[in-house]
């Protein structure tokens, strides 16, 4: 039985999520190294990462630094671009109860 679970793990797509996401609505700041600051509409939060509409154009790959409401700067990779909405990963993920107490404040509604 240990094999078959084995294999189950192993067969989990390398794109899957490393948390789960909960649909926001909230203005965040990003910054690319020696640009300036400017809005952008945050949606789907997770511990691990978001999903941002800008009409800026990050490359995939770029580390960036995003201002959630409340929090630091956290720096961040772009993984993915769909249009103007591009899906990033935090360097260092959030802290589960950070993640769920700013899923819960910025609750899609």
């Not at 989990?12 to 909230?26: D, F, I, N």
């Not at 809005?39 to 990462?49: A, C, K, N, R, Y």
Request: hydrophobic content about 40%; aromatic content about 8%.
């Amino acid at each position: 039985m240990l094999g078959n679970h084995t294999a189950e793990v192993s067969a989990r797509p390398k794109a899957a999520r490393g948390a789960e996401r909960a649909p926001v609505r909230a203005r965040a700041r990003y910054r690319e190294p020696g640009l300036n600051p400017f809005d952008v509409e945050l949606h789907d939060l997770s511990s691990t990462g978001f999903r941002m509409i800008t009409f800026f154009r990050p490359q995939i790959g770029k580390r960036i630094w995003v201002n959630l409401p409340g929090l630091q700067p956290l720096e961040a990779i772009v993984r993915r671009s769909d249009g103007n909405n591009y899906g990033c990963e935090f360097l260092h993920p959030l802290h589960p109860a950070v993640a769920a107490h700013l899923q819960a404040k910025l609750r899609e509604g």
